[in-house]
């Protein structure tokens, strides 16, 4: 048994405490928003947010996610209202779509941290790959974000 | 799968609880099982429906796969039925009924670029005849002629009056109505076509509430994991269940002729069992080869004659007498498609039907392959297609889909096998290796006078069907079809299959040949001591589509007019796949070997413009897939087997790596309707390579460009 806390709710779930984030949240949780793509960290689709730090769940173990508070793609809002995820929507962001639950993740800790990230801070924390090519649209949609917290 | 927005609320709504649908399996809204689309009075044809409440469901016959279909589709029916966008929202087409109504909605395959070109008049015709229903039965609510009535942004309206009435008032009626010579809109009329529209899958695109087929999730569902021979071709020798029976979760594993499905309770005790299971594997002599020794196969068939495809003139004897002859050989390796969402099926097989959950660009494929290999009726199988993550080509192949299918066959229980990332890169499916040999004569006045091209590509068609004989067009494409005058030529082709396997890729051989063709034209200017840009133009003087295109590129990347630092110099290339014309200049910098792409300019005509929204996306998509290619993309051949199996060694360009792309629409309207998925693809890596040349002297003849250490001259 392993428990976790995803989402701002505690879960018991029965699975080998080595068995990686990613797929508890797929396969024991049907939290399928976070995605698998290439299972060794590489492409950041699997990002959720640990203590409020992207990690990658394919290479994060449920043992190590225990102590921490995981927020997934589902737990940023229910109606796709957070900031970052308007920001996309406005941008037309998205193609295939498939790795966009992960740059959103690592987008919104990016602006957690830096409420206005320069173009190379943005270029060193989004390291995620997107096949369909929507690199410049994102860095818009973060810019966005940056510019839209700026007037408030 | 439904796919309308409503049902995207509900999916958003169900997961407000945070974990709230954690613990059950989600319910079927999101994966909606089967059911007969009926003909309810809503319904106004196959591809239309008006509800009471005003919503306007749109029929899409094609797959999404980022493209942007299930926006461009719904907006060609819009734009003709005078619906407010609003309203408008968007589902599959029903394979089911595809099959069982023979074709009603046309083709249901998505390839080559070609949905709009394809489907745009027929889905026009769909909208208009549509509104002309509802004006017919507003009139007839009205007693009045319905050429007296309108229809405007979702409501009828009777000229000269202020009545109006909604389209949910009058699609009842409007369903039993008909009309007949139905007249769709000329471009000037276009309220909607040619304007920037959002996508509609966007929303549900961010918040993870999309469905991919790798999120379905159905009661007792089980998983698969595959383990393929680790060379292509190689067979099962035997295999140790006993080793892994214990192992939590697992159910059983199904050997097929060259892969072992282990099938367990989720994904990731699949995966761990298949990793500790021992399997012998016959290899055979495949297992001996090496990239070097396939491309020096490749490279042999030079010394061969080849099949002359096309020809003009007296070569052999222009050649001999040419002032000055170049020659070059040129090469492109075996590429990989890489979708984001690597490949996976969902099938469930039952005494009276097959379900199966996939996305894929090929349904009706799927309900034939899985009929024969499960021996129901093709109205028995049910294919669900879900949006596609991603696909560039491989989602048509049926390969996965039949391994799905086999598994399922064994088990009493719906099965989701999923490859992983190494299991696909493994599977074959490649983009063709290439070897490409031009030489050009010159006259004493440096006059191009004769040019001959020998081609040796990897099969698709031979793949697919051993007995096919003679020139395969999807290895010459943009070759064959090439658009320059020259007065004299030989082009000829030699078809070369090995043990891997290939399959479609972005632009297919035009991303082989266009990169060959125009890096050989950069030599053939660079010869002739003309500029690639006039060059082209002296060459292409009877064909205005590329004339405009060149004007646009040439004005607006500043070619020859900028200074540039040492060190930094632009490149150019042109050509026509899918009915569309691009051009691309691309500035390039080189600084202690490393290669950094600043800046592409792209000049395009693909005619006219559906959503220029998604048109951009996918131009701007198209020229990076070619960039990642034309920098990282190769697959190693050591002992048989590949050796780049994810994306730590298969190379995908990053963002800090991605140029500034400025497009502009060089659109000549007229009734061109050109593709845009693929055409920005080619483009890329000739024109990087030719302002490579200019920075180091060097042509760079052999992709990808990072196998060179490039410095400035």
């Known amino acids: ?152 | 799968m439904d796919l309308t927005r409503r049902d995207f609320l509900k999916v958003s709504s169900t997961s407000a609880g945070g974990l709230a649908i954690a613990f059950t399996i989600p319910s079927l809204a999101t994966v909606r099982p089967y059911k007969m689309a009926s003909v309810t009075n809503s319904e106004i044809s196959a591809w239309l429906v008006i509800e009471p409440d005003e919503s306007v469901i749109i029929r899409v016959a094609q797959a999404e796969m980022g493209q942007g279909v299930m926006t461009s589709m719904p907006m060609l029916i819009a734009e003709e039925l005078e619906a407010d966008w609003r309203k408008v929202k968007v589902e599959y087409a029903d394979v089911n009924r595809q099959v069982l109504l023979s074709g009603i909605y046309g083709r249901m395959q998505t390839r080559d670029s070609d949905a709009v070109q394809l489907s745009r008049e027929t889905l026009q015709l769909v909208g208009a005849e549509a509104r002309e229903r509802l004006i017919k039965a507003a009139a007839e609510t009205w007693t009045v002629d319905p050429e007296d009535c309108y229809a405007d942004y979702g409501r009828i309206f009777r000229s000269g009056s202020s009545e109006s009435l909604s389209f949910g008032e009058v699609a009842g009626l409007a369903s039993q109505v008909s009309v007949a010579n139905v007249k769709i809109k000329t471009p000037e009329a276009f309220n909607l076509l040619g304007l920037a529209t959002p996508r509609l899958d966007v929303p549900a695109k961010v918040d993870g509430s999309a469905i991919y087929s790798m999120d379905v999730r159905l009661p007792d569902m089980l998983y698969a994991a595959v383990v393929h021979s680790p060379v292509l071709g190689g067979t099962v020798k035997s295999l140790r269940f006993n080793a892994i029976r214990h192992m939590p979760g697992v159910v059983k594993a199904v050997r097929m002729e060259s892969a072992i499905g282990v099938v367990a309770d989720t994904f990731w005790r699949a995966k761990s069992a298949a990793d500790e299971l021992p399997v012998f594997w016959n290899l055979g002599e495949q297992g001996k080869t090496f990239t070097d020794t396939i491309k020096r196969d490749f490279f042999e068939e030079f010394s061969g004659a080849g099949e002359v495809m096309l020809s003009k003139g007296k070569i052999g004897y222009l050649m001999d007498h040419a002032e000055r002859t170049i020659e070059s050989d040129y090469f492109v390796p075996y590429l990989a498609q890489v979708p984001m969402e690597p490949l996976n099926c969902t099938v469930h097989v039952q005494d009276s039907k097959v379900d199966v959950w996939v996305g894929h660009q090929d349904p009706e494929g799927i309900v034939d392959a899985v009929s024969r290999l499960t021996g129901k009726a093709p109205h028995d199988i049910y294919v669900h297609n879900c949006f596609l993550g991603g696909s560039f080509g491989r989602r048509s192949h049926m390969d996965f889909v039949i391994e799905a299918t086999r598994i399922a066959m064994e088990v009493d229980r719906p099965v989701q096998m999923i490859w992983t990332r190494e299991e696909e890169l493994r599977s074959g499916a490649y983009r063709p290796m290439s070897a490409m040999r031009f030489k050009a004569g010159f006259d004493i006045d440096k006059q191009l006078i004769a040019l001959s091209n020998h081609s040796v590509t990897h099969s698709i068609r031979y793949d697919q069907d051993k007995s096919f004989q003679g020139i395969d067009d999807s290895s010459v494409e943009g070759l064959r079809n090439h658009p320059y005058s020259l007065p004299a030529y030989e082009f000829t082709h030699t078809r070369k299959n090995t043990h891997l396997t290939s399959w479609w890729w972005r632009s297919g051989g035009h991303s082989i040949n266009a990169f060959a063709m125009e890096c050989f034209v950069d030599e053939m200017a660079g010869a002739a001591g003309v500029d690639p840009i006039a060059y082209r133009r002296q060459m292409l003087a009877d064909k205005p589509e590329y004339l405009d295109v060149l004007d646009v590129l040439e004005q607006e990347s500043g070619w020859g007019k900028r200074n540039l630092p040492r060190g930094t110099a632009m490149g150019m290339a042109i050509h026509k796949s899918y009915g569309t014309v691009c051009g691309q200049v691309a500035e390039v910098t080189v600084d202690n070997g490393e290669v950094t792409i600043n800046r592409v300019t792209v000049a395009i005509d693909c005619g006219n413009l559906v959503n220029p929204m998604t048109a951009e996306e996918q131009v701007e998509g198209s020229v990076l897939f070619g960039l990642s290619a034309a920098l990282y993309g190769k697959l190693t051949v050591e002992n048989g087997r590949i050796l780049e199996d994810n994306l730590d060694t298969y190379g995908i360009l990053r963002m800090h790596e991605t140029p500034e792309i400025d497009i502009h629409w060089a659109l000549s309207g007229a009734d061109k309707w050109g593709g845009l998925g693929e055409p920005a693809t080619p483009v890329i890596a000739p024109a990087v390579c030719n302002a490579l040349y200019k920075i180091t002297g060097r042509r760079i003849r052999s992709l990808p460009i990072t196998d060179y250490y490039l410095q400035v001259r």
């Open chain 1, 1 to 152: 048994m392993v428990r976790l806390n995803i989402n701002k709710e505690d879960v018991e779930v029965d699975v080998s405490p080595d068995t990686p984030l990613l797929w508890v949240l797929r396969d024991n949780l049907n939290l399928t928003g976070t995605k698998f793509a290439c299972g060794i960290g590489q492409c950041g689709a699997c990002t959720v947010l640990m203590q409020g730090k992207p990690v990658r769940s394919c290479m994060t173990t449920a043992a190590e996610a225990q102590r921490f508070d995981i927020i997934t793609i589902e737990g940023l809002s229910s109606d796709a209202s957070h900031p970052v995820q308007v920001a996309f929507i406005e941008e037309d962001v998205p193609q295939c779509g498939y790795c966009q639950s992960g740059q959103v993740m690592t987008a919104v800790a990016l602006l957690n941290e830096k409420s206005n990230p320069t173009d190379e801070e943005i270029n060193q924390a989004m390291t995620n790959i997107c096949r369909c090519g929507t690199y410049s649209k994102i860095r818009s949609a973060i810019k966005k974000v940056a510019l839209g917290r700026g007037e408030t």
